[in-house]
């Protein structure tokens, strides 16, 4: 990601994405390490005209994106967890962040997918698409399917909107209907994920109302999911 606000910085213009073999600063949300090794996925995705009012949509597209994709390669139960990861067998493997660059303006949607190898001693569980069987990938091949995927999606929602986007990704949802815990900067919020609604917003009924979030961390006790 760094690498790609580099070249928009020197004047690329032109929406592009790039793969690293390995990263050595890898980062997720919040700025946590993102285990990066040869063998697995490192990309980052520069994309613009975005609006500010859509980037939720935008990003929830993201995750049906790489659902669609990994549940393609194995037989294993593939979920998109809130807001942007992806879970398979209840074990994450991948994440999705997303920054804005803001001269010129562009979003720079980072992608990791664990391949070959897996994170240990993290806040929530990993796996990886070798330990599931299915098709055998590299990460070439991979981005190159993301790609493809992300580019039929994001023409879709353009022409049709989120409507569609938004039924397919809680028809995977993790913990949809189920109790859970959105941590954001200065509080927690607890209660039954209900759905999101047409503007990509998380809707919890709590025990003093209906919650509309879109920033957070799904969370259970004191540690992440």
Not at 1 to 8: F, N, P, Q, T, Y
Request: net charge negative.
């Amino acid at each position: 990601m760094d690498e790609a606000r580099r070249l928009i910085q020197q004047g690329f213009h032109e929406e592009f994405a790039i793969t690293a073999q390995q990263q050595t600063q890898g980062r997720g949300r919040h700025n946590r390490d993102w285990i990066s090794p040869s063998g697995n996925l490192h990309m980052s995705v520069v994309t613009r005209d975005v609006p500010p009012q859509q980037l939720s949509q935008y990003a929830l597209m993201w995750g049906a994106v790489m659902q669609q994709v990994l549940a393609d390669l194995t037989k294993a139960d593939v979920r998109c967890k809130w807001p942007n990861d992806v879970l398979v067998e209840g074990k994450k493997i991948s994440g999705v962040l997303i920054e804005r660059c803001l001269n010129p303006n562009a979003l720079i949607v980072g992608v990791g997918v664990n391949i070959l190898h897996l994170p240990e001693n993290v806040l929530f569980p990993a796996t990886c698409l070798a330990d599931h069987g299915g098709e055998v990938i590299n990460a070439e091949q991979l981005a190159a399917r993301i790609t493809d995927q992300y580019v039929k999606m994001r023409a879709h929602w353009e022409q049709n909107g989120f409507e569609n986007i938004r039924k397919s990704w809680l028809n995977v949802a993790w913990k949809l209907n189920s109790e859970i815990n959105i941590r954001q900067e200065t509080r927690n919020v607890v209660g039954i994920f209900e759905t999101i609604d047409e503007n990509g917003a998380l809707i919890l009924n709590t025990h003093s109302g209906q919650e509309k979030l879109l920033v957070g961390d799904l969370v259970e006790g004191n540690g992440c999911y």
